[in-house]
């Protein structure tokens, strides 16, 4: 019989076997004292038999041996003491590794015993090992014993074990998939000596060990995460148990605060609130291990894990290394995701503009440098949100556009970096150069102290034969704009005016030949019908639009003439631009059936910009 005292006055726990024998060794583990008789232990370790040798007097007075070094400590010993007196114990996943660690240390072999507890421990921990849920708390607890769970090899099984059963179909077998809850059914029904009612197996999709993975260590969880990769595990997979992993104890989300975590305790620290080298460390980590195939982590993961690196000053390799990865795949990206707030020590604009900078530098070097050679042509109807046609630079392009729309209005930005900015996607992948216009006009009206010379830099970025009717009435009217510009606009859709017209032309002259065809009769019309031939319609109207076309034949050379002429005062564009007719030729080109014959305009005045202070609308 054993009994626990605690000795008055001195503060240690002392533990003496009552069993009407006096003891004869006294056994010092930490603060615990043990009296206890000699010939039970040293009939069970080989250990205590040969200290008990060494320290036994001849006198016959109690020895006392020094056990400070025993892994688990005095809990560990006082089991394995009641275990040397034929008391039965009870071995749990919570207490084996300790168990079999100090027994190992003990020398406790089948030489001073059958059923020794080497063997015994050593049995039980083979059948956790068939176990998911057992399992992970067997590798838990080894961290309380690591290097003695090393030299015996628990740790690497215990590993193999759960590599093997995660990279499996857990459907095929019978392994509970939940380690933190698997005292409830999957039904939630409260198992008793784990029986319970009878319940529909549950779904188990690709990532229902994320979960019990993330208590474990960095470190285990690295060496476990090693292990699923060797048996073949798919990158998606572990790029998904990785974001778990870094969601639950990293802040990524866009306004988190650093010591605002799910989880304060970051698993293998003993501080509660872990410091910002701790998060770095673990931050550093998740990004080694993510896998290199590309589209494994979405891409605003990465973006949030970049974020993070940024506030934490995470090594440059690290913020290089996901500086890459968001360049493969930035067509997947938002602009919110994009908006990266500057954390450097001389904090001149409020998003890191360098940061997105080297984003579109790694996006054009490495993944789409053949995209140059065979530029894409993309309708304008093509570019709505989400459109599948859109191709990757494209939506880039556009991502880019807005972008720059949003970080024009900072007045610290300066006319290089911008530019340089705005000239990074190629002309071609632009197919309407609106957005672009847009963020050039918000910059020119947030920097007024540019030179005419930036102005002109700034605006060649710009393609004017790629601007919509909406954007080119504005620019022929925006006074930010440099004159040659405006020029150039006015140029460009008088191009287009004289391509629109003679297309017309062209669909008349063919319909008039088709008519005129021998063999071609027109069908006569049935009594009573109401409806006329579409075929002698359709002539009708276009040798009214032959008509019309002509008179804009005459406006367009009187432009002409009107160019010529053209001083460089800016007041008479108001002029130009009346005799230009956009609202006509916007009604021509959007028409899909010719009009009929009307009285020449009389020349319509130019609509305002659209807007708040003469900015172009969206």
Known sequence: MFIITILKGLGAKVMFCANGLPSDIIIECGEMSFQLHKFPLLSRSGVLEKLIAEASNNDGQSCVLQLHDIPGGAKMFELIAKFCYG?????????????????????MTEDYGEGNLISQTENFLNELFGNWADSIKVLDMCEEVLQYAEELHIVSRCIDSLAMKACA????????????????????????????????????????????????????????????????????????????????????????????????VIPGS?????????????????????????????????????????????????????????????????????LIPNMGYSVETFYDIDCVQRILDHYMLVDHAAAGSSPCIVDESQLMEGSPSLTPITMVAKLLDEYLSEVASDVN????????????????????????????????????????????????????????????????????????LIVQVLFFEQLRLRTSIAGWFFVSDNLENSQNQPGNLSLPKHEGSSQANPTQDQAGNFADMRE????????????????????????????????????????????????????????PAVNEPQGQNGEMAN
């Open 87 to 107: 008391v039965k114990i009870e071995l749990t996943s919570l207490n084996v590794v300790s168990l079999r660690c100090a027994a190992e240390h003990l020398q």
């Open 169 to 264: 179909d857990p459907s095929l077998f019978s392994w509970p998939v939940s380690g933190r809850n698997s005292m409830h059914s999957p039904g939630g029904t409260v198992l008793w000596n784990g029986i319970g009612t009878a319940t529909k197996p549950r779904a188990v999709g690709d990532n229902w060990w994320f979960e019990d993975v993330s208590f474990l260590s960095l470190p285990l969880y690295k060496r476990l995460i090693f292990a699923v990769e060797l048996r073949g595990m798919k990158p998606e997979n572990i790029a998904g148990s990785l974001m778990f992993y870094a969601t639950r104890y990293l802040p990524l989300t866009r306004y988190s605060n650093i010591n605002e975590n799910v989880n304060c």
């Open 270 to 338: 003993a501080i509660s609130a872990p410091t910002e080298a701790i998060q770095r460390a673990l931050l550093e980590e998740i990004v080694e291990l993510l896998p290199n195939q590309k589209g494994v982590a979405p891409t605003k993961f990465l973006l949030g894990l970049l974020r993070t690196a940024m506030i934490l000053h995470a090594s440059p390799s690290c913020r290089e290394n996901l500086e890459k990865r968001v360049g493969a795949q930035l067509d997947q990206a938002t602009l919110d995701d994009l």
């Open 413 to 484: 930005l300066k006319f290089p970096k911008f530019q340089a900015l705005a000239t990074v996607i190629p002309d071609f992948a632009r197919p309407l150069n609106d957005g672009l216009y847009r963020a050039i006009d918000i910059y020119l009206k947030s920097h007024p102290w540019l030179t005419d010379s930036e102005r002109e830099q700034l605006c060649r970025v710009m393609n004017c034969q790629k601007l919509s009717l909406e954007a080119c009435t504005h620019a022929a009217q925006n006074e930010r704009l440099p004159l040659r």
């Open 548 to 603: 019309r076309v002509s008179e804009l034949e005459k406006e367009c050379s009187s432009m002409k003439e009107e160019l010529q002429k053209l001083g460089k005062t800016r007041s008479s564009w108001n002029i130009f631009s009346r005799k230009f007719g956009f609202r006509l030729r916007s009604q021509l080109c959007k028409s899909k059936t010719p009009p009929p014959p009307q009285p020449p305009p009389q020349a």
